[in-house]
């Protein structure tokens, strides 16, 4: 009987990973409406400026995709209990989340030097809305490094010891999740603005 009831236990998707996903599939829902929005509103015709995403932006792609690769080391030494090479990994992908953010921004004041306003009197609706969904999305970003940070903080307290791969499973997941939906931006600004 006992060893049923353990089986059962570990079938069953944890309460955290399940707000996950389903935090997740709000997100997706909501990208997809801003773009979208952004096709319907681009086909409109009206006062549309044409331009292509200023170099920073691939710079910032391969950024967040070595990121998503230091949290999938990160994890696998998590598990293995490698806790130094943990340590180490989970600093770059933090320091790699902060480094997208500020190359975003960087991307942002591109634009507005070179004519693309993204907010104010002056601004159009295609900067405004590549403003507003890449905006949203560093958000996003940002709340990820938050938990990589709280994750790092953990990892060098001495005073406290657990192994529960939970909270580096959901930053994970998140992570990758988050990648996804810079890639999947990313093509789309680039394919539908070309």
Do not use: C
């Amino acid at each position: 009987m006992m060893a049923t009831v353990s089986d059962q236990q570990r079938k069953r998707i944890h309460p955290h990973k399940f707000s996950l996903w389903v935090g997740m599939a709000s997100i997706l829902m909501m990208f997809a409406g801003f773009t979208s929005a952004y096709i319907v509103k681009r086909n409109d015709g009206n006062n549309w400026l044409e331009f292509t995403l200023p170099p920073v932006f691939w710079y910032s792609t391969v950024v967040i995709l070595l990121s998503s690769l230091t949290i999938f080391l990160a994890t696998k030494a998590f598990k293995d209990r490698n806790m130094a090479r943990y340590r180490v990994l989970i600093t770059i992908t933090a320091a790699l989340g902060v480094l997208f953010t500020v190359l975003q921004w960087t991307g942002f004041e591109y634009l507005q030097n070179h004519g693309v306003k993204l907010i104010g009197s002056n601004s159009n609706p295609a900067g405004s809305f590549l403003g507003v969904i890449t905006g949203v999305h560093m958000l996003h970003v940002l709340g990820g490094v938050v938990v990589l940070i709280v994750l790092f903080a953990r990892a060098y307290n001495s005073r406290k010891k657990n192994y529960s791969t939970v909270p580096i499973e959901v930053a994970s997941t998140y992570w990758h999740f988050v990648d996804a939906i810079w890639i999947y931006l990313f093509i789309f600004f680039n394919i539908v603005s070309a």
